[in-house]
Antibody
Framework: EVQLVESGGGLVLPGGSLRLSCAASGYTFSDYWIHWVRQAPGKGLVWVAC????????TYADSVKGRFTISRDNAKNTLYLQMNSLTAEDTAVYYCARGGHYLDPWGQGTLVTVSS | QSALTQPRSVSGSPGQSVTISCTGTSSDVGAYNYVSWYQQHPGKAPKLIIF???ERPSGVPDRFSGSKSGNTASLTISGLQAEDEADYYCSSYAGRFTWVFGGGTKLTVL
């Protein structure tokens, strides 16, 4: 069974940093692109970033460009999201999701709260 | 990277059909046949129900169907069931390895 499990969320001060992880299992991790998508409380889904098979191509939503960095370790079957200069607007559940043009499956999400 | 436009809510009675629209631009929905739809129940992760405009993953009932015309994609759910009550999101590839989601539509089964 393909499974994605996010971790690393929590409460962080404005201006702070946090690194999220997404552990993948049940498939050959390096065979797929993988994405981060976030959902603010009571709001819709927003695409955040994605990374290609080998990790040498990354793209970002304008709202996080220059602050967030997506990376992957294919030896550890793990995806990361380094988040810097966090603001209240970054408060959301962060999901990782496998895929190229469509996302399947999704992890259960990890909540990031940016607040003083 | 503007969000795709979806109606905020739709409703229907059991057994009826509903259609949810998803309007983008000639740079995303209109440019690529890479529209997907996701179902999200409260407190749960999204689930893929349609990909590549009209394809259904295995296990998704054929009551769910997708289509596209120009810059607008649509999801139709026929034979509504109580368990279909959820939020639905469309998504499209937007070029240069970026993606965009719609704002989401809340489906109420009356």
């Amino acid at each position: 069974e393909v499974q994605l499990v996010e971790s690393g969320g929590g409460l962080v001060l404005p201006g702070g940093s946090l690194r999220l992880s997404c552990a993948a299992s049940g498939y050959t991790f390096s065979d797929y692109w993988i994405h981060w998508v976030r959902q603010a409380p009571g709001k819709g889904l927003v695409w955040v970033a994605c990374i290609n098979f080998e990790g040498d191509r990354t793209t970002y939503a304008d709202s996080v460009k220059g602050r967030f960095t997506i990376s992957r370790d294919n030896a550890k079957n793990t995806l990361y999201l380094q988040m810097n200069s966090l603001t209240a607007e970054d408060t959301a559940v962060y999901y990782c999701a496998r895929g190229g043009h469509y996302l399947d499956p999704w992890g259960q999400g990890t909540l990031v709260t940016v607040s003083s | 990277q503007s969000a795709l436009t979806q109606p905020r809510s739709v409703s229907g009675s059991p057994g009826q059909s509903v259609t949810i629209s998803c309007t983008g631009t000639s740079s995303d929905v209109g440019a690529y046949n890479y529209v997907s739809w996701y179902q999200q129940h409260p407190g749960k992760a999204p689930k893929l129900i349609i990909f590549d405009v009209r394809e259904r993953p295995s296990g998704v009932p054929d009551r769910f169907s997708g289509s596209k015309s120009g810059n607008t994609a649509s999801l139709t759910i026929s034979g509504l069931q109580a368990e279909d009550e959820a939020d639905y999101y469309c998504s499209s590839y937007a070029g240069r390895f970026t993606w965009v989601f719609g704002g989401g539509t809340k489906l109420t089964v009356l």
